[in-house]
């Protein structure tokens, strides 16, 4: 229960992180991003200096929000909060219950009783297997409502949403791309499982480490001192959260393959991008490296506090 309402406010929270990164992450973004360097003489960010393309890079990440907020108004900071909730919890809950569960039969029936780093990768490689199945569509539901583009009703243009809400989405997809539409980003959702796999072997090595620490803290026969309880507090906060962060850093060019193969065909009913090797190669030949980082900022923001509460408290 706790961790259900701890990821439902975590996502209302965090929600116009969440808008931007999956705006950054689409193609649309980037060729807007792209035509304004141009505009600016600024070279390609693969081209310039690290400091001064990790400076671009934030720039533009705050270009883009400011820009939903002024064109499009401030709801658009929380499209696709109704997925998102609604998603947060069987999700959670599919991911921890099979993972839980998952461990205990494959230490039992393979492992002689004993969990190691082996038990905790398979069972964190099937809980994300499952995890995406499951909750593909609302994803991609969300997905599409973030990337929506609406102007707000002020400034009296006749562009509008293609989405009324998450239920005409589904409507619409099924109808046009059929119930297989529903799934796209499948496979790079099964990609995506490395993130998973790496942020729970990671943190359950951290797990053993705290405890062993404890465990000789409680064999020296000394009272646990005001200094062991904040190690003991904040190791598990910094256990969860550090794991996320090298997880996702390491493993984030799904995320980005993902979105884009999610994003909505054209109107003529073509899709840019077909498959995930595709997907792949096309980024990379049109936007390089730079193109499969797109959004990194903001979702290192969102989803490492969050695995920290999350997974630590």
């Avoid at 505009?39 to 883009?64: D, K, V, Y």
């Avoid at 004993?114 to 593909?136: D, K, P, Y």
Wanted: net charge positive; aromatic share 10%; hydrophobic share 40%.
């Amino acid at each position: 229960m706790k961790s259900s309402v701890g990821g439902m406010t975590a996502a209302f929270l965090t929600s116009p992180l969440d808008v931007l990164k999956t705006r950054l992450q689409s193609d649309y973004y980037q060729s807007q991003l792209s035509s304004t360097r141009l505009a600016r003489g600024i070279s390609s960010p693969s081209s310039l200096p690290f400091p001064r393309n990790a400076l671009l890079h934030f720039q533009e990440t705050f270009q883009i929000l400011f820009s939903i907020h002024r064109v499009e108004g401030w709801r658009a900071l929380f499209k696709g909060l109704g997925p998102n909730l609604t998603g947060v919890v069987p999700a959670r809950a599919i991911n921890f219950y099979t993972y839980g569960n998952g461990k205990r039969i494959i230490a039992t029936y393979a492992n002689h009783g004993q969990e190691n780093s082996w038990v905790h990768l398979c069972a964190a490689a099937i809980a994300g297997i499952a995890t995406g199945t499951a909750t593909n569509p609302i994803w991609l539901v969300k997905t599409r409502l973030q990337l929506d583009r609406s102007l707000a009703e002020k400034t009296g243009s006749m562009v509008n949403r293609r989405y009324r809400n998450s239920w005409d989405c589904v409507k619409q997809v099924v109808q046009q791309e059929g119930i297989r539409g529903l799934y796209r980003g499948l496979s790079a959702s099964y990609l995506g499982v490395t993130e998973s796999t790496l942020q729970w072997v990671l943190y359950e090595q951290m797990k053993v480490y705290l405890a062993r620490r404890e465990e000789r803290v409680l064999n020296s026969g000394r009272p646990p001192t005001t200094w062991d309880r904040v190690v003991d507090w904040g190791g598990k906060l910094g256990a969860a959260g550090s794991a996320k962060l090298f997880a996702a850093a390491a493993t984030y060019p799904h995320e980005v393959v993902r979105t884009r193969l999610r994003q909505a065909p054209t109107e003529k009913g073509v899709s840019k991008y077909t498959g995930l090797a595709q997907c792949f190669r096309l980024v990379w030949k049109e936007e390089g490296m730079a193109g499969l980082y797109g959004g990194l900022t903001p979702h290192l923001l969102r989803v490492v506090p969050s695995a920290a509460i999350m997974f630590g408290m």
